[in-house]
């Protein structure tokens, strides 16, 4: 309850300072009530969340939000461009990180019954999403975690496997580059530091 309740306070408190802006807001590593890196699909907090921006920011949020683990695509008002949001924490070899729960056995018991956000499914409705743009209609990517190097330990980002062995990372690229003419760039967080990151075709940052 904490937890819905603190999110409900920061989004109407966004939304009454920037009213008439539109807001759009991807889920980080500590979105969850389960703990650090550790979102789930039963665990309610999308369930939660999911109204929560539905009341503030995004009224025609649809339930991809909370199937989906945190994903959703809106039109950039006042253009013909689109803003996909992706659930970058599943793409982490932290995830889920179940000793970061800092709560009693039975949250403990409880959290590890929940689903993990599935990273296929989520994969396959990004490029679905993807696959169905306009013609001349342009994305952004948003998430919290971006592709490329961790500044901090020289570690990958997004390092896990996808499906058959091969890394996510390789496979999200190859597409995104399949679909060059669409993609505007991505939009993303975490490192609290500004970079700025090249995505090009030859290798994998």
Known sequence: DFVSQT?????????KKFGGIPVIAALGNNDAFCGDYDVRLESGFLASTQETFQNYF??????????????YSTKIPGTQHRIIVLNSIPFMKRYPDTADVQNSS????????????D???????????ADNLGESEKVWIACHVPPGIDCYSGDKYWDVKLGG???????????????????????????????FKLINNKTVP
Do not use: P
């Open 7 to 15: 999110m409900a306070y920061i989004a109407m408190t966004i939304s």
């Open 58 to 71: 995004l009224s025609d949020l649809s339930d991809d939000f909370r199937t989906l683990g945190g994903c």
């Open 106 to 117: 039975s949250l403990d018991k409880a959290c590890s019954s929940f689903r993990k956000i």
């Open 119 to 129: 990273l296929v499914d989520e994969f396959q409705w990004f490029c679905k999403t």
């Open 165 to 195: 062995g091969s890394f996510f990372l390789e496979e999200f690229i190859g597409y995104y580059n399949s679909r060059g003419q669409h993609m505007a760039g991505i939009l993303a967080g975490h490192s609290h530091m500004a970079e």
